[in-house]
């Protein structure tokens, strides 16, 4: 297998990134793939696109995705409350929520977007080297069988035309979680008009969010809150660990914000 890598941006601002990890006879398709996807993407035309191949000789973990719940709202201010609400009931402390949200609000690197992730600890420290360029998780990928059963649950839910979006959300987020020393993701895009964002961890699973930020915003971010790492470890599993998601775990929808969803 190989691990398939896309980094665009113009004047050194982030624009767009993907992960893949594709057997040999399909590299050149996914190149191609990848390198329309980053000359057409909704923040702006790259004057540098970096496509990586890497051949991967270590063993694939192969893991379930989180279980997808879709929480819905109609506003951002309820939306926003919504995942501070989960994030306080995974027990991270009040201050680190609002810094997470400040920081993803503002652009987290001085206005502008990272093309990786910030990594924050219960003290709220940020603990990502380059606070320019955060951490990525990378050499990600869903098998075949386990995109058809999301599909098809996706489907039955009007949620089609997010597919793309939610799949590789969902597969980096799994792998987020699956991480030990992660406690839980905080995410919402810097594309524009996507305003879809989520709050993922191992205890409550993938929840989406609709309505994160309000649209025509380039801020966004991602934020990976962590407890009792070893940093060096943390970062080399996150950027050079491979995992597969080989099965889809389902899909259940709240009916709306009054639900009970944290359990407490
Ligand atoms: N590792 C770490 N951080 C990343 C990675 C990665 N592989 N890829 C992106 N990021 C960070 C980076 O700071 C980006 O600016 C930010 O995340 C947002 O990336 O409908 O589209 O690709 O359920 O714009 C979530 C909701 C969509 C999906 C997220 O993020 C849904 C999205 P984007
Ligand atoms: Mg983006």
Known sequence: M????MRASRDNNHISGAELLVPEQEISA????????????QRGKPDNLNISIE?????????TSLP???????????????AKHILRALRIPQFCIEKAFSLLEMGPANGKSMRGAI?????GNRLEPDKQKGIRASRIDITEEASLELANSLSDKGLSPYYIQIKEALVLASKVASLKGTIA?????????YTTGYVASKKMGYVRIPHLKNAGEHQ???VFFVDDIDLTD???EMQRSPVLVNRFAGLHEFPDLSNDITGE
Request: proline share 2%; aromatic share 8%.
């Open 119 to 123: 990594v924050m600890d219960m003290q």
């Open 55 to 63: 051949e991967i000789n270590v063993d694939i973990n192969k893991i």
């Open 30 to 41: 996914s190149v191609m793939s990848l390198m329309g996807r980053a000359m057409s993407h």
């Open 68 to 82: 997808l719940k879709l929480l819905v709202s109609d506003n951002v201010e309820g939306s926003k409350k919504a």
């Open 220 to 222: 966004g971010g991602r």
């Open 185 to 193: 993701e905080l995410c919402w895009s810097d594309d524009p008009y």
């Open 2 to 5: 190989f691990s398939v890598r």
């Open 234 to 236: 943390y970062i080399y």
